[in-house]
């Protein structure tokens, strides 16, 4: 297994809600980036963290925001939660941003928005 | 937008048989293409992967291939076995965005 870890495992919300999931990213990794993985479906990029900056961001809206804290350690805050939200959110980290460097993936958090 | 395209979206083959996947990407920069793992309930585990100026690379069973002029990657299986059983992802990097685009996934069924 990596050294990626997630909190917490399982969270149930309602519609409006706000939520925060957090990642620590492996030691020595200091480029953290957030997916979003529909059931039967790839991981869709949302966006990446490096140095406690936003340095790449897919198609998501403004409502999805993150942060990255000096130990890399990072956080995804989604505000206003859709149905369509629900979904496994994985965080995978890497060595240094802008290279190919393998990512390691996180176990990821499932959010269900009720 | 990029994008990434995986065929097929299942795939059934005997215990013993190759199976074949393969991924189209629309981004001409991107560089870096991994091959990923998922089993149900776990986290994307990387398999194999391939840069931009290799055409080929193989490790073990697995195998994978790359065309840059027609922006395609595929992965091959060779004499497959039932703990092959999961959904299989590619992806396309691009260094200058920093961007891994994934696939849609293939559920990969070993029958034995």
């Known amino acids: 297994e990596t050294g990626v870890t997630q909190s917490p495992t399982h969270l149930i919300k309602t519609r409006g809600q706000q939520v925060t999931l957090r990642c620590s990213s492996q030691?020595?990794?200091?480029?953290v980036s957030w997916y979003q993985q529909a059931l039967g479906q790839g991981p869709q990029f949302i966006f990446q963290y490096y140095r406690e900056e936003e340095n790449g961001r897919g198609n998501f809206p403004p409502r999805f925001s993150g942060l990255q804290f000096p130990n890399y350690s990072s956080e995804l805050n989604v505000n206003a939660l859709e149905l369509d939200d629900s979904a496994l959110y994985l965080c995978?980290?890497?060595?240094?941003?802008?290279?190919?460097?393998?990512?390691?993936f996180g176990p990821g958090t499932r959010l269900t928005v009720l | 937008g990029e994008n990434v395209e995986q065929h097929p979206s299942t795939l059934s083959v005997q215990e013993g048989d190759s199976a074949v996947i393969k991924c189209t990407y629309s981004?001409?920069?991107?560089?870096?293409f991994p091959w990923y793992k998922q089993e149900l309930g776990k986290r994307p585990q990387l398999i194999i992967d391939i840069r931009s100026n290799v055409g080929e690379k193989k490790d073990q069973r697995i195998a994978v291939t790359l065309n840059k002029t027609a922006k395609h990657f595929s992965l091959h299986i060779t004499e497959t076995q039932p703990e092959d059983s999961a959904v299989y992802f590619c992806a396309a990097f691009t260094s200058g965005t920093y961007k891994y685009i994934f696939g849609t996934g293939t559920r990969l069924k070993v029958l034995a």
């Open positions: 995978a980290s890497r060595p240094l941003a802008g290279t190919d460097n393998e990512q390691f």
């Open positions: 981004d001409s920069a991107s560089n870096y």
């Open positions: 030691s020595g990794h200091n480029t």
